[in-house]
């Protein structure tokens, strides 16, 4: 499935100590596919409030860290040397927050440090962490180039049908039952961060995002998939 395949990538990760997956609407259908190896699975009950629920459902199981990485179930291609090197550029230089930098495409994985806690806390709604990329000064939230296209996110049955000829896994038929007309319904909100799942382990997470813009001007280090 879509999830796991983006599962298999943040698991290959070495950069992070730990790795958590939100879920939200259709959880159990979604993570009965799953082969998970390392990841701890937290469902948001409070799904339906917008991606800042899931977003809090992964900051409380990530517990005391010195930074949490942010990536979305329904984005494949986020391969696990992409999120490596964006860890490692920001753990050579910490800042506030980091975004990943598409040959000028802003994407996940984001990056945001302890500092940044109290003001994830406080988010409410959708397109929540978008709120502290474009408010916040490239000093505080710091692009971080990868040399790749910006992946494919699933918002629609065409996106879904795309990224399974280009990855190699078979559509369901049962995830267009989930989607009206051509937009994913929304079973579930992060990852964000954190987006919901529907019954074909395709995040709904459309509304977590913005259209992409080119970028303005050693504790533990979970990362989650929502």
């Given at each position: 499935s879509l999830l796991a395949h983006v599962m298999g990538d943040?698991?290959?990760a070495t950069s992070l100590d730990r790795v958590v997956l939100v879920t939200g609407g259709a959880a159990?259908?979604?993570v009965s596919g799953l082969r998970l190896t390392r990841s701890v699975v937290v469902h948001n009950d409070s799904y339906g409030s917008g991606c800042a629920s899931s977003l809090l459902a992964g900051l409380d199981e990530a517990g005391d860290a010195a930074a949490i990485v942010m990536l979305l179930g329904d984005m494949?291609?986020?391969t696990p040397r992409i999120i490596d090197e964006v860890v490692g550029a920001w753990r050579t230089a910490p800042t506030f927050a980091a975004v990943t930098d598409y040959r000028g495409e802003l994407g996940h994985p984001f990056v945001f440090s302890a500092e940044s806690f109290p003001t994830l806390r406080s988010l409410h709604g959708d397109k929540?962490?978008?709120k502290i990329v474009d408010h916040e000064p490239p000093d505080r939230v710091r692009p971080i180039p990868v040399d790749v296209a910006l992946p494919l996110d699933?918002?629609?049955w065409d996106d879904y049908l795309d990224v399974c000829?280009?990855?190699g896994f078979e559509p369901t038929s049962s995830c267009q039952r989930t989607m009206p007309g051509s937009r994913i319904s929304r079973n579930g909100e992060p990852s964000s961060t954190g987006p919901g799942v529907s019954s074909e382990a395709i995040s709904s997470s459309s509304s977590c995002r913005r259209e992409h813009r080119a970028p303005r001007g050693p504790?533990?280090?979970p990362g989650w998939t929502a």
């Open positions: 943040v698991e290959a159990s259908e979604a494949p291609g986020v929540a962490v978008w699933v918002d629609t000829e280009r990855f504790k533990r280090w």
